[in-house]
């Protein structure tokens, strides 16, 4: 027997709510609170990196679950199941510790980071078209801004000093910047969801009026 519907969307919000409890949980262990002065995937080492495993995996769920309570058409969910897998690499493949990152593993590790940070926010916005129009915009403003800071990242990563810190603690300003953004986006679309219009075939339907003459 399917859950209820209802389910989906208290799962959904309860992801939500756990990651903001999660991301204060990894900043209070590794005793390094936001703004960070390490990348944050350094939460990942050592023996309470489960807790950021934990954190990054229930943070990408959010929008599955939510999909799931509200469908839509379009390619969403497959830009969501994207950006999972990729959340789902960076939690299990850990990085190197210290600045440098070079290692094979690594390397794999900021491949799956890369791919959830593009690809969960492309699905959120997709999903927020169908959403109330102040959602939607909510949603383009934060978008908007994850390129811009993404954008730093890539700058900071070359070795530009952007935020006058140095190249590796701009790099994890903007990092650490860049996910406290799409933490909101995932916040907002756990709000703006009970707004977004079904996907046709997905609402409730009336089951057909049967004439009474045979």
Known sequence: MAPPRS???????????AGWVLWIAVQVVADDPFPPEISLSQYGLGGAGWLF??????????PLLLLRFRPVPGPARWLLAIGYLGTWTMALVRTDEGVVQMSGHAMVHMAGAVIALVFLPLGIGLVLRHAARAWW????????AAAVVGVLVLLAAAGLDSAGLGPARSWALWQGTLVVIEMLLVTVYAIAVT???????????????QSAIQ
């Not at 389910?7 to 709510?17: F, K, N, P, Q, T």
């Not at 495993?53 to 959010?62: D, F, M, P």
């Not at 707004?195 to 009026?209: I, L």
């Open 7 to 17: 389910s989906w969307l208290i799962a959904g919000r309860g992801c939500a709510a």
């Open 53 to 62: 495993s934990l954190w990054v995996v229930l943070l990408a769920t959010g």
């Open 137 to 144: 915009l909510t949603g383009c403003v934060l978008i908007a």
């Open 195 to 209: 707004t977004v219009e079904p996907a046709p075939g997905r609402a409730g339907r009336v089951p057909p009026v």
